[in-house]
């Protein structure tokens, strides 16, 4: 693999092989000594034009267990703030030596523009464009899915036959738009449950049903409900009459929460807004996996960059990781 760009371009070999390393990668991580010696002398640069905790973290949580060295470059405060262009920022990482970018930005598209622009030959991992895409956040949403409906070795196997209901703000979220390539290409049955303002215009050809009752959507009886936060900063209309309004029609309330089929999970990929699309008794239940999703995170990234930067493994490199 030589950039992590989207996932509506992967196949399922790749989605699996993703999935697979990281089950590998979160084996390593129940050990005493969580450092492997993987990555020692790469070197990994998260550039993130938008701001991000967990994401920025888990990045460098992932690139430091795998021993490389991590540069953190965020724009407020940088010379990008002084209007340095996109261009040249990623030049002065090529002359820094940078192996890994891991980018953040605000414009759709820019993760892939500093990958085919030719001003780097570092691997690009996009770790969430405008509203396009966010693939590890989608790999670790399907890691979670996989390991919680499957138990612990669910290696090669993907989500066929699975229902995964995505609840909320897709206009806005590419979130959504990654879990839907990345979903159906593992066999998921995707829906879609949103008010009709908050649902995207070219949604006709996506591989999911649409549905606009969040109370049929849970009769259908999911598997996974993937809530969606609502994104206030992106939204420069109103798409909803009041937030008490869409808590009522679409929260996941206590009342929908014991709606759900016995096994069911909840997702969240944070940060929650606690009381407006899931209440609390949602986000701290049993079913809810929003703190593994976060674990499973790092193990996903580990398995990212192993894959971008180590290459393809030995069976030396298989041992280290058993
Ligand atoms: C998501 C993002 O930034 O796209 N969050 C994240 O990666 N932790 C989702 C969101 O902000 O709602």
New binding site residues.
């Given amino acids: 693999m030589r950039h992590l760009l989207d996932t509506q371009h992967l196949t399922r070999a790749e989605s699996l092989e993703i999935l697979d390393v990281a089950e590998d990668m979160a084996d390593t991580q129940r050990r005493e000594v969580k450092k492997l010696p993987t990555l020692r002398g790469k070197t990994v640069v998260n550039l993130f034009f938008e701001d ?1 905790t ?2 920025r973290i888990s990045f460098e949580a992932a690139a430091k267990r795998l021993s490389a060295d991590v540069i953190n470059f965020s724009a407020k405060g940088s010379s990008v703030s002084k209007g340095e262009s996109l261009q040249d920022t990623a030049q002065t990482l090529q002359a820094m030596g940078a192996d890994a970018v891991v980018i953040r930005h605000g414009a759709s598209g820019a993760p892939r523009t500093l990958a085919t622009s030719g001003w780097i030959t570092a691997g690009v991992v996009n770790a ?1 464009d405008g509203t396009h895409e ?1 693939p590890t ?1 989608a790999l670790l949403d399907a890691f979670t899915i996989r390991k919680r409906l499957f138990g612990a070795d669910s290696r090669g196997r993907g989500l066929d036959g699975i229902r995964v209901t995505i609840v909320g703000d897709v206009l806005h979220s ?2 959504a738009r990654s879990n839907v390539w990345l979903l159906h290409t593992l066999g998921a049955h995707v829906t879609l449950v949103a008010p009709p303002t908050l649902v995207p215009q070219d949604v006709s050809g996506w591989p999911v049903e649409v549905e606009y009752d969040l109370d049929r959507g849970i009769a259908a009886g999911p598997d996974a409900l993937m809530m ?2 609502i ?1 206030l900063e992106r939204m420069n209309a109103a798409y909803f009459p009041t937030e008490r309004e869409y808590s009522r029609r679409y929260g996941l309330d206590a009342r929908r929460l014991e709606a759900l089929p016995d096994g069911s999970i909840v997702l969240h ?3 929650m807004n606690r009381g407006l699309e899931i209440s609390a008794e949602a986000a701290d239940s049993p079913r809810s996996t929003v703190l593994e999703q976060v674990a499973n995170g790092v193990s996903v990234r580990m398995a990212v960059l192993y894959l971008l930067l180590a290459g393809a493994r030995t069976d030396s490199e298989k041992e280290d990781l058993r």
Avoid: A, D, I, M
Wanted: aromatic share 0%; proline share 14%; glycine share 14%.
């Fill in positions: 991000s967990r994401t969430g966010h956040q590419r979130v969606l936060r994104q990929p944070g940060p």
